[in-house]
């Protein structure tokens, strides 16, 4: 069975509580809910984690190898900032789908640097939580092709 890792960044855990017009209203725990119904709607495995620590946001991708099949990832603020991050989902050779609720590219000019991009297989944006089942169908089909 395929499975795939979704994982949260920073703040992310405070979604639904501020800046609602940015955001939107909908929590961490609803988006887990959302995947948690994609997951018995396909068939497919899905684990969600979230840390606020780039260490442990690290040491999830490395736990990530020959368990999942593919890493949807909101690396939130450090989208923009973490080396370490990126070269973390180099170092284990498993698809990544970078993932914003929101559209960065319509936002501050900080916000359309990404280090995540230059690893990913594709960048998911502006959709709201919408965009982590459209990141779900999307790393399911290409982990499908992958094996076929
Ligand atoms: O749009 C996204 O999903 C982001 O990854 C969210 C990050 C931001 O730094 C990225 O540029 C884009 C920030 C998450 C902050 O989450 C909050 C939650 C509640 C209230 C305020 C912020």
Redesign the pocket.
Known sequence: MTSILVLN???????????PE??GTTTLADIEKLCAGWAADTGCGVAFGQSNHEGHLIDQIHAARGVHDGIVL???????SSIALMDAIASVDLPAIE??????HA?ED??HVSYIAKVAIGII??FGAR?YIMALDAMLAHVSDQKT
Request: aromatic fraction near 10%.
């Open positions: 960044g920073p703040n992310l855990n405070l979604l639904g509580t501020r800046q940015v955001y909101n690396a939130g603020a450090y989208t923009h993932l914003h609720l929101s559209n960065v936002r900080f916000r944006c502006g965009g």
